[in-house]
C-alpha cells in the first residue's frame, strides 16, 4: 500500500476506536444527571445507589477515552503535515477552545463528582454532576466544529500557496457556526445519548432476566428507555436536517449514499440495494422519487447526480458509502421501532412480561456504537477526494517525508496497545456489572 492509504487507514483506526467511549461518557452523564436529580427531588436512596455504581462505568469510560484520543494529535503532525499546516489556525482555535471550555469543566468537576459524596452537600454534587456532562457536550462541540469546517469552510481566507498554503481564520463565530455545524452537533449528540440509554438498558436488562437487582433496574430501564425513545424520534428530524444540508453544499456526497448517477434527474430512495460504479446502476428496492421528495417535497424534481462532477472529484467508492449511510438508517429506525414497542408496554404495565423483548434489549447495546462509527464512515468517506472540501485534496494532505514502513509499523503497534485497552475496558466494565449496584447479601441498599 502506499502512504496515503495507509495513513488514512492509520487515522480512521484509532478515531473509530477512540470514538467508542466518548458517545458512552456524554449519554452515562446524561442519566446521571437524571438518575441523581430523582434522588435530589425524592430522597430515594435507590437513585443514589443507581448513580454511584454508574459513575464508575463511567469513571472507567472517561479514562480511556482519553488514553485513545491523545495519539490522535500525534497524527495530524507526523502523517498528515501538510494538512495540519493548511488547517492549524482553525484547528487551533477551536481545539484550544475544547481544553479551555469543555475539558477543563469536565476534568475539574470529575474530581468533586468521584471523591466528594460524603464530603460536599448533595446540590453542589449534583451540580458537579451536570457540570462533567455539560463539559463532555462542549467537548464534542468543539470537535465536530473543526470537523464540520473541513466539510463546508466559512469565516477564513486563504494566506501562500502551494504546501505553503493555509487557511487562517477571519471570522471566528462564522468559523464555529459554519453551515454544517449545529445539525451535526446535534446529530452526534443524539447519538451519544443513544449509546448511552441502551448501555443502561443492556445492563439493567440483563439484571431482570437474571432475577437480580430487580426493583432498582426497573427505575434505572424505565429511565434510559425514556431517554432512548425521545431521542431515537428527534434524531430522525436532526437526520433529515443534516441530509439537506448536504444536498445543498456536498451534493456529490448526497448523490453518492443513495447512488444517483444521472447529472439532473429525479432520485429513488432505496430501503437498500447494492451500486454497481461502472455500470451506473443500483440493484435493490427503493421508493421512485423518494429523494427528490425529501429534499424539495417533490417526487419529479431533479438531484444533482454524481455525472455532475468530473470523476476525480467524486467518492471513490461509492458503494461503500452507499452501504454505511444505509446501515445507520436501518439501525435507526429499528431503534424507533424498538423504543416505541417497548414504550407503549411501559404505558399498558406490561413493559417487563417480556422476556424476549429484555434479551433484545441485553443484547442491542452494539446497535448505537455500529450507527455511530458507520455513520462516520458515509460522512468521511463521503467527502472524499477531499480532505477539506473543495479546497485540499486528501492526496495532498499526508506528510511527504514519512514512509510507508513506518506508518504500518505503528498501525500494528497501536492495534495491539488498542486491543488490550479494549480487553481491559471490557474486563473492567464487566467486574463492575457482576458486583452490582449493591451487595445483594447484606442489607438490599447498602451503597458500596
Same mark, same amino acid.
Given at each position: 500500500m502506499d502512504v496515503e492509504i495507509l495513513a488514512r487507514i492509520q487515522f480512521a483506526f484509532t478515531i473509530a476506536f477512540h470514538y467508542i467511549y466518548p458517545p458512552l461518557s456524554i449519554g452515562i452523564g446524561l442519566i446521571m444527571v437524571i438518575m441523581e436529580g430523582l434522588y435530589l427531588k425524592t430522597g430515594n436512596k435507590q437513585y443514589e445507589v443507581l448513580t454511584r455504581f454508574w459513575l464508575k462505568i463511567f469513571a472507567i469510560t472517561f479514562g480511556i477515552g482519553v488514553a485513545t484520543g491523545i495519539i490522535m494529535e500525534f497524527e495530524f503532525g507526523t502523517n498528515w503535515a501538510v494538512y495540519s499546516r493548511y488547517v492549524g489556525d482553525v484547528f487551533g482555535s477551536a481545539l484550544a477552545a475544547e481544553g479551555l471550555f469543555a475539558f477543563g469543566l469536565e476534568s475539574a468537576f470529575l474530581g468533586v463528582l468521584?471523591?466528594?459524596?460524603?464530603?460536599?452537600?448533595?446540590?453542589?454534587?449534583?451540580?458537579?454532576?451536570?457540570?462533567?456532562?455539560?463539559?463532555?457536550?462542549?467537548?464534542?462541540?468543539?470537535?465536530?466544529?473543526?470537523?464540520?469546517? =473541513? =466539510?463546508?469552510?466559512?469565516?477564513?481566507h486563504i494566506v501562500g500557496e502551494g504546501f505553503n498554503a493555509r487557511a487562517e481564520v477571519t471570522d471566528f463565530?462564522?468559523?464555529?457556526?459554519?453551515?454544517s455545524s449545529v445539525d451535526r452537533v446535534i446529530h452526534v449528540w443524539q447519538g451519544a445519548f443513544l449509546a448511552g440509554a441502551f448501555l443502561v438498558l443492556s445492563i439493567h436488562a440483563y439484571y431482570l432476566l437474571k432475577g437480580r437487582y430487580v426493583e432498582i433496574s426497573k427505575k434505572a430501564f424505565k429511565i434510559a428507555l425514556l431517554v432512548a425513545t425521545v431521542t431515537s424520534l428527534t434524531q430522525l428530524v436532526s437526520g433529515h436536517s443534516s441530509a439537506d444540508g448536504v444536498a445543498v453544499n456536498q451534493p456529490a456526497k448526497l448523490a453518492a449514499m443513495e447512488g444517483h448517477y444521472q447529472k439532473s434527474a429525479p432520485a429513488d430512495l432505496y430501503l437498500f440495494g447494492w451500486v454497481n460504479d461502472e455500470t451506473q446502476k443500483v440493484t435493490g428496492i427503493s421508493i421512485p422519487g423518494g429523494l427528490s421528495f425529501l429534499v424539495h417535497q417533490d417526487f419529479e424534481a431533479p438531484i444533482t447526480g454524481l455525472n455532475t462532477f468530473p470523476e476525480e472529484d467524486r467518492p471513490g467508492q461509492v458503494n461503500a458509502v452507499f452501504q454505511f449511510y444505509h446501515i445507520m438508517i436501518s439501525i435507526g429506525l429499528f431503534l424507533i421501532a424498538l423504543t416505541l414497542y417497548a414504550s407503549f408496554l411501559w404505558w399498558r404495565g406490561k413493559l417487563f412480561d417480556k422476556k424476549w423483548l429484555l434479551k433484545i434489549f441485553a443484547f442491542s447495546v452494539i446497535l448505537p456504537q455500529i450507527a455511530n462509527q458507520v455513520g462516520w464512515f458515509a460522512a468521511e468517506m463521503g467527502r472524499q477526494p477531499w480532505i477539506v472540501y473543495g479546497h485540499l485534496r486528501t492526496s495532498k494532505g499526508f506528510s511527504q517525508e514519512v514512509s510507508a514502513n513506518q506508518i504500518l509499523f505503528s498501525l500494528i503497534l497501536f492495534a495491539v496497545v488498542y486491543a488490550i485497552l479494549l480487553l481491559l475496558f471490557l474486563y473492567s466494565v464487566n467486574k463492575k456489572i457482576k458486583h452490582g449496584p449493591y451487595d445483594e447479601s447484606k442489607n438490599e441498599f447498602e451503597i458500596i
Open positions: 468521584l471523591f466528594g459524596w460524603n464530603r460536599v452537600t448533595p446540590k453542589v454534587h449534583f451540580i458537579s454532576t451536570i457540570g462533567v456532562f455539560l463539559g463532555s457536550m462542549f467537548s464534542a462541540v468543539w470537535i465536530v466544529v473543526a470537523n464540520s469546517w =473541513q =466539510q463546508t469552510p466559512a469565516g477564513y463565530w462564522a468559523m464555529v457556526f459554519n453551515p
